[in-house]
């Protein structure tokens, strides 16, 4: 199994930057992709952003251009650089971890910025 661990979180004016950090350990050979989610109050989970195991990414609309993945395999650690922040970022922030036999889901961690 894998287990993730979410880290940076916090409250920011809008504009601002946060980074968030999610530490996979466990059975990491068998991810071969992973991303961050977000659920805002009263809406559903959406994707945010994704990096495969080769490093190809994908991002939502919304977060193009002011947000980005990556990661360091040595750390086995993937991050979400959240640039010119707005009030409609708001929410918690799941890292996620693909897997062939299913995903693994952090605990998530809020994000919150105000304007």
């Known amino acids: 199994q894998v287990q993730l661990v979410e880290s940076g979180g916090g409250l920011v004016q809008s504009g601002g930057s946060l980074r968030l950090s999610c530490a996979a350990s466990g059975s990491i050979f068998r991810i071969y992709a992973m991303g961050w989610y977000r659920q805002a109050p009263g809406k559903q989970r959406e994707l945010v952003a994704t990096?495969?195991?080769?490093?190809?990414?994908n991002y939502a609309d919304s977060v193009k251009g002011r947000f980005t993945i990556s990661r360091d395999n040595a750390k086995n650690t993937v991050y979400l650089q959240m640039n010119s922040l707005k009030p409609e970022d708001t929410a918690v922030y799941y890292c996620n971890a693909a897997q062939l036999s299913g995903a693994a889901w952090g605990q998530g961690t809020q994000v919150t910025v105000s304007s």
């Open positions: 990096i495969t195991s080769r490093g190809y990414t």
